[in-house]
């Protein structure tokens, strides 16, 4: 991966690209690289005496070396555990580019590496006209696709892939994350199968696993 950032999205919300973000986050550190983790837009947060804190966001800081500020990590933090145009609307909130990309830039320059994490799937919106892939293509950024390994997921993960394709940016592999336990293996061959980009790794069904360990499963050298 020679790129600077990579943004990372998935199938749907809980498909694991937290999970998967953080594991990556640990993987690109090895060989004493400086690699960050950032979630521009955050919603579910709860009230701290520093601040409104997302618990993605907070995963994707602790595994960090160096570790930002939140607020560089999380630039755009919602209240409400809903779809962030409603959890902007709850709060009179208007979230534009600028400051993603702004807090981007620090990041990038305290770091090797960038790995962001965006929202639900690719076709969730930011904000209100603002999709996701206006963000990955005002930043450069390949794309790693985050497949929830269970039933249903060929079919989201080939829909994903095309629409990454359609929006003029570039996938550049996908990982598969084992949400629910006793996924077939040949399913698993499927999805192989159909997407036309490298697998970056499986991580297993490992409920208390650290990102870490599951980093072992990340880019097999
Ligand atoms: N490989 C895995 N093994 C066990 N649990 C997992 C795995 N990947 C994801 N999960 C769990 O699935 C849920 C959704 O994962 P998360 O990374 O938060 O998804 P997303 O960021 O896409 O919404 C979380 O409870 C997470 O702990
Ligand atoms: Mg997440």
Not at 58 to 77: E, T
Not at 126 to 154: R, T, Y
Not at 191 to 220: I, K, M
Request: hydrophobic fraction near 50%; aromatic fraction near 4%; glycine fraction near 10%.
């Amino acid at each position: 991966m020679s790129s600077r950032g990579v943004f990372i999205t998935g199938t749907d919300t809980d498909a694991g690209k937290t999970v998967a973000s953080a594991a990556l986050v640990h993987a690109l550190r090895r060989g004493g690289r400086r690699v960050v983790g950032m979630k521009p837009v955050a919603s579910g947060c709860e009230s701290t005496p520093d601040g409104w804190r997302n618990a993605d966001a907070l995963a994707l800081q602790a595994a960090s070396d160096p570790v930002p500020a939140y607020a560089l990590v999380n630039p755009v933090a919602l209240r409400d555990p809903t779809a962030p145009q409603l959890a902007a609307r709850a709060v009179g909130a208007h979230v534009t580019l600028p400051p993603l990309l702004a807090a981007y830039r620090d990041l990038a320059a305290m770091a090797d590496q960038v790995v962001v994490e965006g929202v639900g799937g690719w076709l969730a919106p930011l904000a209100d006209e603002l999709d996701q892939s206006a963000l990955v293509k005002a930043l450069d950024l390949p794309v790693i696709l985050v497949v929830g390994l269970k039933l249903g997921c060929l079919n989201h993960a080939r829909l994903t892939a095309r629409a990454i394709a359609a929006d003029g940016c570039r996938l550049l592999g996908w990982i598969g994350s084992t949400v629910e336990p006793g996924f077939p293996p040949a399913y698993l061959d499927l999805v192989h199968a159909a997407l036309p980009v490298p697998c970056l790794g499986v991580l297993p069904h490992a409920p208390g696993a650290s990102a870490a360990e599951r980093a072992a499963s990340l880019l097999a050298r």
